[in-house]
């Protein structure tokens, strides 16, 4: 069975996957706040992400169709923005890799990171979003 059920028989596995990175991603956040010197406030940007994912995805944990259908599509609209807004920082973490000097290489780390996180969550919604559409037909 592809989805943990609930009594309405609604598909709940995205909802607690989302939360499980808003999670995730909030522990990212607090953890590059903590480990950089400066405690720049934009180290928190993964951390802020992580709360509207896990807010949406415990809102979307329900049994009418409709609302969790919104709250997971505001979901991956969010996770898909943030990866695209992050994404130039994974080819500049293999810059760092390759041992190119950034002024701040813990922010291209944690973006890096953020950036991966959120492509997978994205992929993995687009692909339950479409088996849910395949079990409707």
Not at 33 to 60: D, E, K, M, Q
């Amino acid at each position: 069975m592809l989805y943990a059920r609930c009594s309405g028989g609604a598909p709940l596995r995205m909802a607690k996957t989302t939360v499980s990175f808003g999670v995730v991603l909030i522990l990212l956040g607090i953890f590059a706040f903590v480990g950089s010197r400066s405690h720049a406030p934009t180290s928190l940007i993964p951390a802020f992400v992580g709360l509207l994912l896990g807010i949406l995805g415990f809102l979307a944990i329900t049994d009418d169709a409709k609302k969790r259908m919104l709250f997971m599509h505001i979901a991956v609209t969010i996770g898909l923005l943030g990866f695209l807004g992050t994404a130039k920082s994974i080819y500049d973490s293999i810059l760092l890799l390759q041992g190119m000097q950034f002024p701040h290489p813990l922010a291209v780390k944690e973006n890096a990171a953020m950036s991966v996180l959120l492509l997978i969550y994205v992929i993995l919604c687009v692909r339950s979003f479409v088996v849910a559409r395949r079990a409707r037909a």
